[in-house]
């Protein structure tokens, strides 16, 4: 696994995007989050501002149809296709350019479909108790508490419409992961730990032949 990737995808105050700064300082490997956005609009020449206003779009969609879409074609080769999914295109694009440099962690931007075909690729589901989630929203993210609890699930639906639009599959079906990690029982260490010992096992197994 000498270009295993290790993708994230989470819940909404679920720890994920933590789990995966911590996973990527364990194992030594680089950690791309937020990042994509800069490295995509560098690429494809749209604004970073344009490309998070296409994403605010497609997470408020609900009708979900991705056979106009094309999504393994390269970014900005699409005849016909509106411009904001080009900024889907060339973010998938550096994704498969970031995992083919080495060994990392990404943590969402779709990464788990964008790699799928990826030698390597172990794909992780952060979840956790509700309850939970929104207490660490008001610790960790400062948000107020004032209709917290509707924010949560606005942000989840929000993550499952980007993902269910662009992919045709369904955000958080437990089928698509190679693994899937309460964070409430295993808490944010607990999480790293599984993580990484889930990689090393894959590893010594590739090894074995």
């Not at 060339?90 to 994704?95: E, F, H, L, S, Y």
């Not at 960790?140 to 419409?161: C, F, I, S, W």
Request: one cysteine or more; a neutral charge; hydrophobic letters at 35%.
């Amino acid at each position: 696994m000498s270009k295993y990737v290790i993708t994230i995808s989470r819940e909404f105050g679920s720890g994920g995007r933590l789990i995966g700064k911590k996973l990527a300082a364990k194992l030594g490997i680089p950690c791309y989050d937020r990042t994509i956005i800069q490295k995509t609009a560098e690429r494809s020449g749209l604004s970073p501002e344009f490309i998070a206003r296409a994403e605010e779009r497609a997470r408020n969609r609900f009708q979900f149809s991705v056979s106009s879409i094309g999504i393994g074609a390269p970014a900005l080769d699409h005849s016909g296709v509106p411009v904001s999914h080009q900024a889907f295109f060339a973010q998938a694009d550096v994704i498969r350019e970031m995992a083919a440099q080495g060994p990392c962690v990404i943590v969402g931007r779709c990464s788990d479909y964008v790699l799928s075909e990826h030698d390597g690729c172990l794909k992780v589901f952060i979840h956790a108790d509700f309850r939970a989630r929104v207490k660490r929203c008001m610790e960790e993210y400062h948000l107020p508490p004032e209709d917290l609890e509707t924010k949560v699930r606005q942000m989840d639906r929000g993550r499952a419409n980007y993902y269910n639009y662009y992919t045709g599959h369904t955000w958080g079906d437990m089928r698509l992961y190679d693994l899937t990690v309460n964070s409430s029982s295993a808490g944010i260490n607990g999480a790293v730990d599984l993580i990484a010992g889930l990689t090393q096992a894959r590893a010594a197994k590739e090894e074995e032949g």
